[in-house]
């Protein structure tokens, strides 16, 4: 069996945030899936997307789906919920390419660590993507209330 390295999820709390949380824990290959994702967005057409938690290359169990929308221009970023489990983050280009910079940062660094990508406004303010920090059963166990957040 293959162990899951990358994973998102909804968190009710993480840390010191007010809000829920989407947490992504990811190794190398898929940070710079990631990166690279909202890279592509700057040149995009408004409306062009990437989906996180589709389980190619970060899961979700099917809980938790990010489709990552480039915004049209001046358009607040902000995620809102969708159907059931399925988020949209509406992106404009200059953050998209700040979160790309901070996953570069994330994906050069030799230690652990975490990058806070933070939305303008709405009820799900910050996405914090890991490298190595949290296994994929704590973050199941963080969204599903049996663990300590963060």
């Given at each position: ?55 190619t290359p970060i899961a ?91």
């Open positions: 069996m293959k162990m899951e390295t990358n994973f998102i999820a909804l968190v009710p709390s993480f840390k010191f945030e007010r809000h829920p949380t989407f947490v992504l824990t990811c190794d190398p290959v898929s940070l710079r899936w990631l990166r690279d994702s909202f890279l592509q967005l700057l040149d995009a057409e408004p409306g062009i997307s990437f989906v996180i938690g589709d389980g979700s169990d099917d809980r938790c789906r990010l489709t990552v929308v480039k915004s049209r221009n001046r358009q607040a970023s902000e995620i809102l919920p969708s159907v059931q489990s399925a988020f949209i983050w509406h992106i404009g280009p200059t953050d998209a390419a700040t979160c790309a910079a901070k996953l570069l940062s994330l994906l050069t660094s030799n230690i652990p660590g975490h990058q806070y990508l933070e939305v303008e406004r709405g009820n799900y303010p910050t996405v914090v993507v890991t490298k190595h920090e949290y296994p994929v059963d704590t973050i199941r166990a963080m969204r599903d209330g049996r663990a300590p957040s963060g």
